[in-house]
């Protein structure tokens, strides 16, 4: 029998198949699968949204890692709910504001987003998985999995380097 962590990886990388794959189902009928263009420059290469069939499985996988294990509290699954649904939501409304074309919004948006990552761990599995879901649906997966993976690394740095700075500073 597999490891239960194994089979809830396996299970949430399934589920993430059948999203993506309902989504690029409905993009094939409605005019084909969209790609975008990196920098939204003609100039560079277009990353086609069915990569989205890799990159999610992968992403929903990595972050079932982080996932309590049965006989765990309640209380544990708080900050990991918090950490996937908040992303999750600036992700979508990121995505709403560029589809409406709503520029200040946008940036207005993606600043909070910045000032997010540095105040809460944005460097998390789940955080990433959150902004990447909320964003697929506009820009597939691939943009905002490197978007988001720079955001992570820019919070995991920041926080790291103050909490280096505090113990340096901090009376014994």
């Known amino acids: 029998m597999p490891h239960v962590s194994t089979s809830r990886r396996l299970i949430l990388a399934a589920l993430a198949l059948l999203a993506e794959g309902l989504h690029l189902g409905w993009e094939a009928w409605h005019g084909g699968i969209d790609s975008h263009h990196l920098l939204q420059s003609a100039a560079m290469p277009a990353i086609s949204n069915a990569w989205g069939l890799l990159v999610l499985p992968a ?3 990595w972050a079932a890692g982080r996932l309590p294990r049965p006989g765990d509290t ?3 699954w708080r900050p990991i709910a918090l950490g ?4 999750l939501l600036l992700g979508a409304a990121l ?3 560029f589809g409406l074309k709503l520029q200040a919004l946008t940036e207005t948006i993606f600043f909070a987003l910045l000032l997010v990552a540095l105040l809460l761990p944005a460097h998390r599995p789940e955080s990433l998985l959150g902004f990447v879901l909320g964003m697929s649906w506009t ?3 691939v943009l905002p999995t490197l978007i988001g993976a720079v955001i ?3 919070s995991w740095a920041l926080r790291g380097a ?3 700075a505090w113990r340096a500073v901090r009376p014994a």
């Not at 996937?84 to 992303?87: G, I, K, N, S, T």
Request: no cysteine.
């Open 59 to 61: 992403l929903a996988a």
């Open 152 to 154: 992570a690394a820019l």
């Open 84 to 87: 996937f649904a908040l992303p």
């Open 162 to 164: 103050a909490r280096w």
């Open 74 to 76: 309640a209380r544990s």
């Open 139 to 141: 820009f597939g997966a």
């Open 95 to 97: 995505s709403l504001a």
